[in-house]
């Protein structure tokens, strides 16, 4: 049973953008860090972009680097939520989109079940 949910993914023409949001369905304890996957049709989930919210390191954001400076990841105003604001999408962007919680931004123990992201010519 998936621990978080994610909103916001839909059709969205290239150079096009879109906000995903995160939040927590269930009960979560030590969330620390948060984090954006994506995985893409018969490709492996990948790493997209990371925010460490509370302990050593709060505030340190990471992106992949095709997404760097396109993307931008944020913590929401309510506890434990996180969205990803993707600008300049691209067709190569097309995945479904999966947020992750956990501990550490090495260590992501709650996932949510996905947001399709689909970007069109």
């Known amino acids: 049973q998936a621990q978080l949910v994610e909103s916001g993914g839909g059709l969205v023409q290239a150079g096009g953008s879109l906000t995903l949001s995160c939040a927590p369905s269930a009960s979560t304890f030590r969330i620390n860090a948060m984090a954006w996957y994506r995985q893409a049709p018969g490709k492996q989930r990948e790493f997209v972009a990371s925010i460490v919210l509370s302990g050593g390191g709060a505030g340190r954001i990471n992106y992949e680097d095709s997404v760097k400076g396109r993307f931008t990841v944020s913590r929401g105003n309510a506890k434990n939520t996180v969205a990803l604001q993707m600008n300049s999408l691209k067709l190569e962007d097309t995945a479904v989109y999966y947020c992750?919680?956990?501990?550490?931004?090495?260590?992501?123990?709650?996932w949510g079940q996905g947001t399709q992201v689909t970007v069109s010519s």
């Open positions: 992750a919680a956990g501990p550490s931004s090495l260590r992501m123990v709650y």
